[in-house]
């Protein structure tokens, strides 16, 4: 998938959808019940100049080129369409439990009251969509008005999608990387492959369209972008920051992880980074850190289902360093503290839980590792910001346990002594806190 060339970058600028972007946004995947809108094939005297692309950004990438590969577009309002669709899919039981999530991202302080995330997942970011490859349809997309005319973000999102369709015809995009994600460190928490695989894939497609870019309209090609897109393009697409830092992950970091890669061996240290890919997140951000292989330093938490009779488990799911800052930097709006929050993680868990019968009322329940005793203490520091900037008032109950409430939660922090973590548990309501804290004699 590529966004828009200039709402990436402005993202730039400045695993909860964390949990639930994945499942229900979907990037590339391709729901068999709401299966993807047949395309609209290019013109023919077009065909030409779309291999043309395709044979230079195989030359630039390395990759040969995948012949089963069917091309086309589709417009912006029939791909917003496609993804409305699949909420329609959801059952009771699942339209419950995303209504609980908009209430667990509530409860991170990282979405409002009005936001809606069937809007943002249905609307809002099938908006900055400028193109995708499906892999299970072997389909190259380009969003846009099947008109025959390519401009210059038209071309370098072609190069993007053809790697895709390169990395797939090699890999098996369908395929690739499941003996990572189905293995026991993914599973206790020690690796973040459900996000760093992705990040892999959609780096090494844009640092291959920017050099595509370069070598087919200059230097200056991003300039040469901005001159064909209308000012107020991008006026109405309204996505909160967190969700929009998150989901331009994979545009911003991830490139210059591979980059780094390139930097040091070329396209060959990219291809050997499928075999032996980015564990965390934290590699992705420190390539010192991808080069010793440092992996997350302690298994999951404690799970609360069996003090939470009536509850169910909503999502459970590695917390890494990239979520750690893209949580500071929405509630305090401090890059650089933001950066220092997240510096040292070692290891980190979110886990969701939602009461049965009322969705309004959830329980987050986040688990936090440091490498030093000094990372700790910087992320606490910050942490009292944060809780601040949504008007917590905080009250101490003993030496490393706090408790707070603010409006429409109440919660604690304590230093889990076993597991040498950070453990912070919210919830929309004092009886349900009770709940989540039953096994702390602390805040009896």
């Known amino acids: 998938m590529r966004p828009a060339r200039n709402l990436a970058s402005l993202a730039a600028l400045p695993a909860c959808v964390l949990l639930a972007a994945g499942c229900i946004f979907g990037g590339d995947d391709n729901d068999d019940d709401v299966p993807f809108p047949s395309l609209t094939p290019f013109p023919a005297d077009l065909a030409t100049r779309l291999h043309e692309i395709r044979d230079r950004v195989s030359q630039i990438r390395g ?13 912006q309002e029939t791909l917003e369409g496609h ?30 009251e009005g936001d809606d995330l069937q809007q943002i997942f249905g609307e809002e970011f099938a908006g900055i969509i400028a193109g995708l490859y499906v892999p299970e349809d072997d389909s190259l997309v380009l969003i846009s008005a099947a008109d025959g005319n390519l401009g210059v973000q038209d071309e370098i999102t072609l190069a993007h999608e053809y790697v895709h369709s390169f990395q797939d015809g090699v890999y098996d995009i369908e395929e690739y990387g499941k003996e990572f994600t189905d293995s026991d460190l993914e599973e206790d928490g020690f690796t973040q492959y459900t996000e ?47 969700l929009s830092r998150a989901f331009s992950f994979n545009y911003n970091e991830c490139p210059e992880f591979v980059r780094a890669l390139y930097a040091e061996g070329g396209w060959d240290a990219v291809d050997a980074a499928y075999i032996d890919p980015p564990d965390t997140t934290e590699q992705v951000m420190h390539a010192d850190k991808y080069q010793g292989r440092e992996l997350a330093n302690t298994g999951p938490p404690v799970d609360l289902t069996q003090d939470l009779e009536g509850w169910k488990l909503l999502d459970s799911s590695q917390f890494g360093e990239f979520d750690v800052y893209n949580w500071a930097a929405t509630l305090i709006g401090d890059e650089e503290a933001a950066r220092i929050t997240g510096a040292g993680w070692g290891s980190g868990w979110v886990r969701a839980y939602r009461d049965e019968a009322d969705p309004s009322r959830a329980i987050v329940q986040l688990s936090l590792g440091w490498d030093t005793q000094n990372d700790l203490i910087e992320f606490l520091g910050i942490y009292d910001v944060m809780l601040t900037a949504m008007g917590a ?6 030496e490393g346990n706090a408790r707070w409430t603010a409006e429409g939660q109440t919660g604690v922090l304590f230093l889990d002594d076993v597991l040498e973590r950070i453990e912070i548990r919210v919830a929309t309501d004092a009886d349900a806190l009770k709940l989540a804290t039953a096994d702390l004699a602390q805040f009896d």
């Open 63 to 75: 990759l040969p080129p995948y012949e089963n590969v069917e091309e086309g577009t589709v417009s």
């Open 196 to 242: 760093t695989l992705d990040c892999l894939i959609e780096g090494d497609a844009s640092l291959a369209d920017e050099q595509y870019a370069v070598q087919a309209f200059g230097p200056d090609w991003l300039a040469q972008v901005a001159a064909e897109t209308p000012p107020d393009a991008f006026a109405d697409i309204d996505i909160p920051e967190f």
């Open 393 to 398: 008032q905080v009250e101490p109950v003993s």
């Open 83 to 112: 993804y409305s669709a699949s909420f329609d899919e959801l059952d009771e039981e699942e339209t419950a439990d995303l209504d609980a999530l908009e209430v667990v991202l509530r409860l991170l302080g990282v979405i409002e």
